[in-house]
């Protein structure tokens, strides 16, 4: 059975630096379209950055320039470093998967708290 599981989480002060980390069983990421998403409280979840299965990467507008999305293959690892983190990049943070036959995994969560 597949499993993501996300690491990194954590309060830092607006303007820091967080690197999130999903480690992935089965060698999953080398067959699947990656990504990461946030939802925020009182919200619906959002997409935050994806690799496609070609390796093209796609950022939300809100993360441009902040955040950088990254997968190894051979450590089936997908991580995410954000700089410049804001209040508004609170949330919990999932790691997501879709394999190439169509089937959807995702993460547990780990929680983003931006705050002074």
């Known amino acids: 059975q597949v499993q993501l599981v996300e690491s990194g989480g954590g309060l830092v002060q607006p303007g820091g630096s967080l690197r999130l980390s999903c480690a992935a069983s089965l060698g999953i990421f080398s067959r699947s379209s990656v990504g990461w998403y946030r939802q925020a409280p009182g919200k619906e979840r959002e997409v935050v950055a994806t690799i496609s299965l070609g390796g093209i990467t796609n950022y939300a507008d809100s993360v441009k320039g902040r955040f950088t999305i990254s997968r190894e293959n051979t450590r089936n690892t997908l991580d995410l470093q954000m700089n410049n983190l804001k209040p508004e990049d609170t949330g919990v943070y999932y790691c997501?998967?879709?394999?190439?036959?169509?089937?959807?995994?995702w993460g547990q969560g780990t929680q983003v708290t931006i705050s002074s």
């Open positions: 997501h998967a879709q394999s190439i036959v169509g089937r959807t995994y």
